[in-house]
């Protein structure tokens, strides 16, 4: 079953939950300069920072 786990994780090109990867530290994340990154289980989000406004990808600051 495990082997069977591997070889899935190999073959697609959704990251694999079971092996996550850290976007937040091996700076694979989309995270704008104004958000704070938080690594989950298999993806990643993004949140902007207080003062800014956005999806986490893009934030727009308040006080520009
Ligand atoms: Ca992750």
């Known amino acids: 079953m495990m082997i069977n786990h591997v070889f899935?994780?190999?073959s697609s090109q959704i990251p694999f939950v079971d092996l996550d990867i850290?976007?937040?530290t091996n700076g694979k994340?989309?995270?704008?300069?104004?958000a704070v990154?938080?690594?989950t289980r298999?993806?990643?989000?993004c949140t902007c920072k207080d003062g800014f406004?956005?999806?986490?990808?893009?934030?727009t600051g308040?006080?520009?």
């Open 53 to 59: 406004y956005g999806d986490g990808i893009n934030c």
């Open 29 to 34: 994340h989309r995270c704008d300069v104004n």
């Open 62 to 64: 308040n006080y520009l």
């Open 42 to 45: 298999g993806s990643y989000n």
């Open 22 to 24: 850290d976007e937040c």
């Open 8 to 10: 899935k994780s190999f």
């Open 37 to 39: 990154c938080n690594n």
